[in-house]
């Protein structure tokens, strides 16, 4: 019987362009390909490992042709729209009582303070979970297994009474082999409001 139902954020509720978000990156930094020292302080930064004034310096010194204003547009271009309607589904999810919900983010601070400013429902949605994870607070980033072993730990959960949802495979895979359901939610073509719905089989 499932019991625990986690969310990711990011393509499960609010709406994301990965693809445009990094092409446009890639033309405005000047660079054909991301150097490994970036990828690798664009990690560092999503467990929060480093502060956002030096991940901000960082690019700043890199790439002196665009300002911090820039920067930080450029670094928030991938974030859309929060429909409304998903969080609709959430409250009536959350009203009726029957599962604890989670949500387990890989969510920097910048990202999570665009969303702050610009989602003007974001406390209410943040309101409907029972826990809270962001990967800069609390240390820790899908896809590897630590971080579903602490929200397990940390709530007491049974992974066969969990189901967990996501939009990246990698994501999918590690909760897989911990014995967690899943539902690798494709964007576009699925919305997380259809979870009853589409796999009915899991509830």
């Known amino acids: 019987m499932i019991k625990t139902i986690v969310f990711d954020f990011g393509n499960v509720f609010i709406d994301l362009d990965i693809e445009t978000a990094f092409q446009v990156t890639l033309e405005k930094l000047g660079i054909s390909t991301l150097p490994e020292d970036i990828i690798e302080i664009n990690k560092e930064y999503e467990i929060g490992n480093v502060s956002t004034e030096n991940f901000v310096r960082f690019y700043a010194e890199k790439f002196p042709h665009l ?3 820039e920067l930080v547009d450029l670094w928030n271009l991938i ?3 929060f429909p409304k309607y998903r969080l609709d589904f959430l ?7 029957k599962y604890q919900l989670i949500l387990l983010s890989n969510t920097n601070e910048l990202h999570i303070d665009w969303v702050k400013a610009h989602v003007s429902f974001y406390k209410e ?3 409907c979970f029972h826990q809270f ?21 940390e709530n007491q959960l049974k992974p066969n009474e969990c189901v967990f949802v996501d939009d990246n495979a990698n994501n999918i895979e590690t909760a897989k082999t911990i014995g967690i359901h899943t539902w690798h939610i494709r964007p576009v073509v699925d919305d997380v409001v259809d979870l009853f719905s589409l796999k009915s089989h899991l509830f």
């Open 125 to 127: 949605f943040k309101n």
């Open 133 to 153: 994870y962001l990967s800069h607070e609390i240390h820790l980033r899908k896809p590897n297994k630590d971080i579903f072993e602490f929200v397990l730990q």
């Open 79 to 81: 974030l859309k729209d």
């Open 91 to 97: 409250k009536q999810l959350k009203d009726k009582g």
């Open 67 to 69: 300002n911090r204003t």
